[in-house]
């Protein structure tokens, strides 16, 4: 079962399923699962002015309680190919790893889960009260407008219900199992146009000049606390990401100034909530200007219960490790799973991911197939 995790790992690397290219790896995935006996949907999306993206989900059984593993077999391009040691998608071993692009984010959890399903149908013969379900995207990557939440939006018109949903994002740390995300903040993207007259610098009563008032603006959001933190989430951080004014005259006042900050919130804010005090403080320093707001995903908890104790008893019998549980780092398609059902995070070390030499050691793919597999004992002896 370690080289059935390890070998599914390859075959899915070897596939150049940079988003949103789906390349065949989601038809490897159903193959393996069909032949474990699930019954598998292949669902294709797309919508005006993005590109179709598709997904899978499968499940084997019908009954309740129906625990779900999520992620996505997309990948983020390789970059300078020519800075890699190996072939980004030949899925090379060397050192006692694998390496590739998707090693770690993900394709070497979604290995690992069907890899643990095998296992835990063998050990029960095929026999359990339940079913065992797989929702996975080719769109994490990307706008993630015709992936998991289109995929929940199915599920739903189709009478399908989630029951737990574990999401194989790359979360430890440092080793293996030593981080389950049970939350996330949300993010929310801001960009601020703020208008003034253009004019000569040697007569500036004649012109109105928006970068100071531009400049007070961002000297207010930035130096704003917005709160201290709360029990599960560190404080709520503001980042200016953009300042522009596109003037190459050393005489000119300009017409306008632009700026574009990230606000990644805890569960104190709302997206709603965020905008409203963005708003209020243009308003009042920002004079004539424009806000534009877009969030991307609203902050989320699933609180300490029974969910966490089954993975966490998971990975302390597989690691040895007792497992911190965080709700760090940026967005995942969790936070679509969460208004369906509790959803927690647990993957590989993160270390590689995105990076250039993505790669996974063979051995934590082996721990990995143990953690799920611990898992799915674990959930179906409690439910």
Same mark, same amino acid.
């Given at each position: 079962?370690?080289?059935?995790?390890?070998?599914?790992?390859?075959?899915?690397?070897?596939?150049?399923?940079?988003?949103?290219?789906?390349?065949?790896?989601?038809?490897?995935?159903?193959?393996?699962?069909?032949?474990?006996?699930?019954?598998?949907?292949? @669902?294709?999306?797309?919508?005006?002015?993005?590109?179709?993206?598709?997904?899978?989900?499968?499940?084997?059984?019908?009954?309740?309680?129906?625990?779900?593993?999520?992620?996505?077999?997309?990948?983020? #391009?390789?970059? $300078?190919?020519?800075?890699?040691?190996?072939?980004?998608?030949?899925?090379?071993?060397?050192?006692?790893?694998?390496? %590739?692009?998707?090693?770690?984010?993900?394709?070497?959890?979604?290995?690992?889960?069907?890899?643990?399903?095998?296992?835990?149908?063998?050990?029960?013969?095929?026999?359990?009260?339940?079913?065992?379900? @797989?929702?996975?995207?080719?769109?994490?990557?990307?706008?993630?407008?015709? %992936?998991?939440?289109?995929?929940?939006?199915? @599920?739903?018109?189709?009478?399908?219900?989630?029951?737990?949903?574990?999401? %194989?994002?790359?979360?430890?740390?440092?080793?293996?199992?030593?981080?389950?995300?049970?939350?996330?903040?949300?993010?929310?993207?801001?960009?601020?146009?703020?208008?003034?007259?253009?004019?000569?610098?040697?007569?500036?009563?004649?012109?109105?000049?928006?970068?100071?008032?531009?400049?007070?603006? @961002?000297?207010?959001?930035?130096?704003?606390?917005?709160?201290?933190?709360?029990?599960?989430?560190?404080?709520?951080?503001?980042?200016?990401?953009?300042?522009?004014?596109?003037? #190459?005259?050393?005489?000119?006042? #300009?017409?306008?100034?632009?700026?574009?900050?990230?606000?990644?919130?805890?569960?104190?804010?709302?997206?709603?909530?965020?905008?409203?005090?963005?708003?209020?403080?243009?308003?009042?320093?920002?004079?004539?200007?424009?806000?534009?707001?877009?969030?991307?995903?609203?902050?989320?908890?699933?609180?300490?219960?029974?969910?966490?104790?089954?993975?966490?008893?998971?990975?302390?019998?597989?690691?040895?490790?007792?497992?911190?549980?965080?709700?760090?780092?940026?967005?995942?398609?969790?936070?679509?799973?969460? $208004?369906?059902?509790?959803?927690?995070?647990?993957?590989?070390? %993160?270390?590689?991911?995105?990076?250039?030499?993505?790669?996974?050691?063979?051995?934590?793919?082996?721990?990995?197939?143990?953690?799920?597999?611990?898992?799915?004992?674990?959930?179906?002896?409690?439910?």
């Amino acid at each position: 079962m370690v080289d059935a995790a390890a070998a599914l790992t390859a075959e899915l690397i070897r596939c150049r399923s940079v988003t949103p290219s789906d390349d065949g790896a989601l038809g490897v995935v159903a193959r393996r699962l069909q032949g474990l006996g699930f019954a598998c949907h292949p @669902l294709r999306f797309e919508e005006a002015g993005t590109p179709a993206v598709d997904n899978l989900y499968a499940r084997l059984g019908a009954e309740p309680p129906n625990f779900c593993f999520a992620g996505h077999t997309d990948v983020v #391009p390789v970059g $300078d190919g020519a800075a890699w040691r190996v072939d980004p998608f030949a899925a090379r071993v060397a050192d006692g790893a694998l390496w %590739g692009r998707g090693a770690v984010d993900m394709k070497g959890a979604v290995a690992c889960f069907i890899a643990a399903v095998e296992r835990f149908l063998a050990a029960r013969r095929g026999r359990f009260t339940g079913s065992i379900s @797989l929702v996975l995207t080719g769109d994490e990557e990307g706008p993630a407008v015709n %992936g998991t939440r289109k995929v929940l939006d199915w @599920l739903r018109a189709h009478g399908e219900r989630l029951d737990a949903c574990l999401v %194989g994002e790359p979360t430890s740390a440092n080793r293996l199992g030593d981080t389950i995300k049970i939350g996330r903040r949300g993010s929310l993207n801001g960009r601020l146009r703020v208008l003034g007259t253009q004019g000569h610098s040697a007569y500036p009563h004649l012109a109105d000049n928006p970068l100071p008032r531009l400049a007070r603006t @961002l000297a207010v959001l930035a130096d704003t606390v917005l709160d201290e933190g709360t029990p599960h989430f560190e404080p709520t951080t503001l980042a200016l990401t953009s300042i522009d004014v596109g003037n #190459p005259a050393t005489n000119v006042i #300009p017409a306008e100034g632009r700026a574009a900050f990230n606000i990644r919130f805890n569960d104190r804010h709302t997206g709603a909530s965020l905008e409203a005090w963005l708003r209020q403080v243009c308003t009042a320093h920002a004079g004539r200007h424009e806000l534009a707001v877009s969030v991307s995903g609203e902050s989320f908890l699933t609180p300490p219960g029974s969910f966490s104790t089954v993975l966490a008893e998971a990975v302390r019998a597989a690691t040895g490790t007792d497992p911190a549980l965080g709700t760090g780092g940026g967005t995942s398609d969790a936070r679509f799973i969460k $208004d369906m059902c509790p959803v927690a995070e647990l993957g590989l070390v %993160g270390q590689t991911m995105h990076k250039v030499d993505e790669h996974v050691p063979l051995a934590d793919l082996a721990t990995l197939t143990a953690v799920y597999e611990g898992v799915l004992e674990r959930f179906f002896a409690s439910s």
